[in-house]
């Protein structure tokens, strides 16, 4: 058990290799979740979502779920009815095998996009699945969904109420084909606290808006993005009190954000963390536009790659982002505190020398002032390295 | 000469070597423009765009224009109201030395963003400019204007009309910071047709849809992004009238048409050229949405690169360009004629095979029918390389 990742009472989870796509590695999850449960969840917008997402979305309004199956080396998308066919059996798999209904059990996929998801490894790993369900097997199972991840993503809080400690803990994977949209490539988050269904996809929600969907690697938003919370209530403490809900939140939060950094940390061949603040926008749609157009330019990103202070692209991408009647004396920009831009040019006190110190840090702001409102965003991102296109050529060869 | 680029009568081009930033090669042309010349101009939408467009558009709407002045190797953008005033400066030296106003001298620059045009380089080269005007020069002018380019760029077309032949030539430069938005990079397009101003504009606004601005290499718009036609009338050919008129535009439209095609096979880093036709949409903006998430998405770009047939990065792109109720049944996608994608998911006689053959070709085309409606659309783009990162990182050091 990882330093710092608690288990979650009432959450037992188990991995095992299938050998979907990955040879030698675990590729196969299996979260048990206790009678009485409750599951929030947020899936992509894209779409062409995929079968797991149909299939979990479906079963989610059926019934109240007890088994989680995930799978990674293959997204079973853009498949059409036959990926759906083969969603159900492994799905069918679980049910036989646990002694629940179908639409108790969410399959989740992630991997290449466009090949038949086999069904046959899920049946072998089965019986191991289920005898080998652990409350601290967190580790292991975020190792198993991970595709182009380096590192497995896992985050957890915890805080004391009615004299108990009550738990969230999180796992995540993503690294490439990042920018979700309602959530996150794929995020399961549990807890022991005891909350109704609609208090726990208000907490989830809330906590997705400034986490999972404020970070892009690539802007490619993915076909199979799930986030699932599920609150099993074995602690015994109700959090459907503002008291304890606001703890409870927070906690949330927290997970999400601890777990939305670490995707972007782990972007593919990135080598930097960046954080883009817009303020002084007239809306908050106003203010995304203006930071996914910088997040998402290549010339910005190759240049945060190359540490090169090479400001005129973050204001070329400013220029060009749509903002309507946009003044350009009013506009500022910073590296960190150091500012670049003003009055519609290189700031009067800025040096070169300045803006590359900030730069070769392994993490830094990019700060714009619009100068036409009050609204303000905060998204991550990082740069676009040789790896990237190394990774992304080579990803199914 | 090269073979195939005709001069234009009425106009005259020299480059010369500045040094403003490349060493041991030209980086400033002065064309000049028979008197009586008459011009029309697009430029970048880029809020943030350079001196050189602001002082360029100025002078356009108070003279006709005697000279064009055009740099490489800096931008003269973001430099704030010091650099107008050296733009402002280096139009001054052409009028001094040529005798004619400032507004008839317009002023274009390529180049880094964000630092400071020295005019001395301009003063020190006039003499030589202005000596060394020739109506063969394209070749020499259009080498002079390039920056990351490898290639110039040339298109020449003309017809017969009255007995007598017009001709339209034209250069451009542009690879990188390439997604134009009205015009590319830069162009300069002359002919010695005798037009109106009224009909000159509307050749050259004609022109520019389906070529410059149907081009995209990174999403990144130029701060600097002018294209010029000029027309010098010296042929005394008037193609105002419907039958000769159509025939310009036809020479315009080709030069337009060559010139961008070129841009985009120069991209940064760009191993294939690709055309992706939308069809199917409700309007031409909805295409064009779908067209430019697919050029865009780096997931794609780098399949391209990789020749990798990883459909499933074309079919997410598509599920997430924002097409409200889109119905993934109706979509279909093909490279070249091979139908990869029917009835929401993998086409049921496609084999990896097929795909592979058409992506090894260094050209092919994205064709995605939405199943909404009859509008289309068609645009240009190229793949992301480690040579576009690698171009990119090194561009300043």
Same mark, same amino acid.
Not at 1 to 8: D, Q
Not at 173 to 192: C, E, N
């Given at each position: 058990?990882?330093?710092?990742?608690?288990?979650?009472a009432?959450?037992?989870?188990?991995?095992?290799?299938?050998?979907?796509?990955?040879?030698?590695?675990?590729?196969?999850?299996?979260? /048990?979740?206790?009678?009485?449960?409750?599951?929030?969840?947020v899936?992509?917008?894209?779409?062409?979502?995929?079968?797991?997402?149909?299939a979990?979305?479906?079963?989610?309004?059926?019934?109240?779920?007890?088994?989680?199956?995930?799978?990674?080396?293959?997204?079973?998308?853009?498949?059409?009815?036959?990926?759906?066919?083969?969603?159900?059996?492994?799905?069918?798999?679980?049910?036989?095998?646990a002694?629940?209904?179908?639409?108790?059990?969410?399959?989740?996929?992630?991997?290449?996009?466009?090949?038949?998801?086999?069904?046959?490894?899920f049946?072998?790993?089965?019986? =191991?699945?289920?005898?080998?369900?652990?409350?601290?097997?967190?580790?292991?199972?975020?190792?198993?969904?991970?595709?182009?991840?380096?590192?497995?993503?896992?985050?957890?809080?915890?805080?004391?109420?009615?004299?108990?400690?009550?738990?969230?803990?999180g796992?995540?994977?993503?690294?490439?084909?990042?920018?979700?949209?309602?959530?996150?490539?794929?995020?399961?988050?549990?807890?022991?606290?005891?909350?109704?269904?609609?208090?726990?996809?208000?907490?989830?929600?809330?906590?997705?808006?400034?986490?999972f969907?404020?970070?892009?690697?690539?802007?490619?938003?993915?076909?199979?993005?799930?986030?699932?919370?599920?609150?099993?209530?074995v602690?015994?403490?109700?959090?459907?009190?503002?008291?304890?809900?606001?703890?409870?939140?927070?906690?949330?939060?927290?997970?999400?954000?601890?777990?939305?950094?670490?995707?972007?940390?782990?972007?593919?061949?990135?080598?930097?963390?960046?954080?883009?603040?817009? /303020?002084?926008?007239?809306? /908050?749609?106003?203010?995304?536009?203006?930071?996914?157009?910088?997040?998402?330019?290549?010339?910005?990103?190759?240049?945060?790659?190359?540490?090169?202070?090479?400001?005129?692209?973050?204001?070329?991408?400013?220029?060009?982002?749509?903002?309507?009647?946009?003044?350009?004396?009013?506009?500022?920009?910073?590296?960190?505190?150091?500012?670049?831009?003003?009055?519609?040019?290189?700031?009067?006190?800025?040096?070169? /020398?300045?803006?590359?110190?900030?730069?070769?840090?392994?993490?830094?702001?990019?700060?714009?002032?619009?100068?036409?409102?009050?609204?303000?965003?905060?998204?991550?991102?990082? =740069?676009?390295?040789?790896?990237?296109?190394?990774?992304?050529?080579?990803?199914?060869?």
């Open positions: 058990m990882a330093t710092g990742i608690l288990p979650v009432g959450v037992r989870l188990a991995a095992a290799a299938g050998g979907i796509r990955y040879q030698n590695r675990d590729d196969l999850v299996l979260m /048990e979740l206790a009678e009485g449960s409750v599951a929030a969840a899936f992509t917008r894209n779409a062409f979502c995929a079968a797991p997402v149909i979990a979305r479906r079963h989610l309004g059926q019934a109240a779920p007890r088994y989680l199956l995930i799978n990674s080396g293959n997204a079973n998308a853009g498949m059409g009815e036959g990926g759906l066919a083969a969603s159900l059996e492994t799905c069918r798999l679980v049910a036989a095998a002694g629940v209904a179908i639409n108790q059990v969410l399959p989740f996929s992630t991997g290449v996009i466009g090949e038949e998801l086999p069904v046959d490894p049946a072998r790993a089965m019986p =191991d699945l289920l005898s080998s369900l652990e409350e601290d097997n967190w580790p292991p199972a975020a190792c198993a969904i991970m595709t182009t991840d380096t590192v497995p993503k896992l985050a957890s809080r915890s805080f004391q109420a009615e004299g108990q400690t009550v738990t969230v803990t796992m995540s994977k993503g690294s490439g084909m990042i920018r979700p949209d309602m959530a996150t490539m794929l995020a399961f988050i549990a807890t022991d606290a005891q909350i109704s269904a609609t208090n726990l996809q208000q907490a989830l929600e809330t906590a997705v808006g400034p986490s969907n404020s970070i892009t690697v690539d802007g490619d938003t993915s076909t199979n993005d799930a986030c699932v919370l599920v609150a099993t209530g602690s015994g403490v109700d959090v459907n009190a503002a008291a304890s809900g606001q703890a409870f939140r927070q906690a949330v939060d927290g997970v999400c954000m601890e777990l939305a950094r670490a995707i972007v940390l782990d972007g593919e061949g990135a080598t930097k963390l960046v954080e883009i603040v817009v /303020e002084e926008a007239e809306s /908050e749609a106003q203010a995304r536009d203006v930071a996914y157009t910088i997040a998402h330019s290549p010339l910005v990103k190759t240049a945060l790659f190359a540490s090169d202070p090479n400001w005129g692209r973050i204001l070329a991408a400013v220029g060009r982002a749509g903002v309507s009647h946009l003044d350009i004396s009013k506009v500022r920009i910073w590296l960190d505190d150091v500012c670049i831009v003003s009055r519609g040019g290189r700031d009067a006190g800025y040096t070169e /020398e300045a803006g590359q110190s900030v730069m070769h840090q392994p993490g830094f702001t990019i700060r714009i002032a619009l100068g036409k409102g009050q609204a303000r965003t905060r998204i991550l991102t990082c =740069d676009l390295s040789f790896d990237y296109v190394k990774i992304n050529a080579e990803y199914r060869t």
